[in-house]
């Protein structure tokens, strides 16, 4: 079965930039989608279709896939961002999740 | 705007059946654009898809739940279902439906969720 892996914890500075990886198999052939899950709350919706940021996500979220790496981007990072991100992709008829990665912003 | 609700018991016995409803409002559930979808999540780990529907009868599951898992559908109510037979602790989780969208590119498919229930926590015990 297809796998998506995340790095369990991703640290980052206010204002600095956070990069949080996803890898998989030929990944950059799918593509990948993004949800950041506060405390307590539902996923919402980040990155769609690689590169889109749905209406109301703030202009710092980007992200990119290339190769077996899709990357989630969040430039000058502000305390609102720390929570849990996870990326998702479809293969073979299964909605296949990563790990999650825990982005604390120090 | 359209809202999901999740229902449902918040306790269930080892080896019994859980049953959830998630309410849509805002759209139609019998629309042919999209799927409708659970995920659940167990108490500080990552989430797991259950499975998806179409109205026009479409069906995927989680090969690793689909012997115990059935979705259905009322659209009189504008709701869908889920029951998981034969639950085990392992099955504790908080339970979320969302919209299941997708696209199609080449010879290939693309599927996300949004938006999401707010989900509820339903234990095995």
């Known amino acids: 079965s297809y796998e998506l892996t995340q790095p369990p914890s991703v640290s980052v500075s206010p204002g600095q930039t956070a990069s949080i990886t996803c890898s998989g198999n030929?990944?950059?052939?799918?593509?990948a989608f993004w949800y950041q899950q506060k405390p307590g709350q539902s996923p919402v919706l980040v990155i769609y279709?690689?590169?889109k940021r749905p209406s109301g996500i703030p202009e710092r979220f980007s992200g990119s896939n290339s190769g077996n790496t899709a990357t989630l981007t969040i430039s000058g990072t502000q305390a609102m961002d720390e929570a849990d991100y996870y990326c998702?992709?479809?293969?073979?008829?299964?909605?296949?999740f990563g790990g999650g990665t825990k982005l604390t912003v120090l | 705007q359209l809202q999901l609700q999740e229902s449902g018991p918040g306790l269930v016995k080892p080896s019994e059946t859980l049953s959830l409803t998630c309410t849509v409002s805002?759209?139609?559930?019998?629309?042919?654009?999209?799927?409708w979808g659970w995920i659940r999540q167990p108490p500080g780990k990552g989430l797991e898809w259950i499975g998806s529907?179409?109205?026009?009868?479409?069906?995927y599951y989680n090969p690793s739940l689909e012997s115990r898992v059935t979705i259905s559908v009322d659209t009189s109510k504008n709701q869908f279902s889920l029951k998981v037979n034969s639950v085990t602790a392992s099955d504790t989780a908080v339970y979320y439906c969302?919209?299941?969208?997708?696209?199609?590119?080449?010879?290939?498919?693309?599927?996300?969720?949004?938006?999401w229930g707010q989900g509820t926590l339903v234990t095995v015990s």
């Open positions: 998702q992709a479809w293969d073979i008829s299964t909605v296949v």
């Open positions: 529907f179409s109205y026009s009868g479409s069906t």
């Open positions: 805002g759209d139609s559930i019998s629309s042919s654009s999209y799927y």
């Open positions: 279709q690689d590169t």
């Open positions: 030929k990944l950059g052939d799918k593509y």
């Open positions: 969302a919209r299941h969208l997708f696209g199609l590119y080449g010879s290939g498919s693309y599927h996300w969720f949004d938006p």
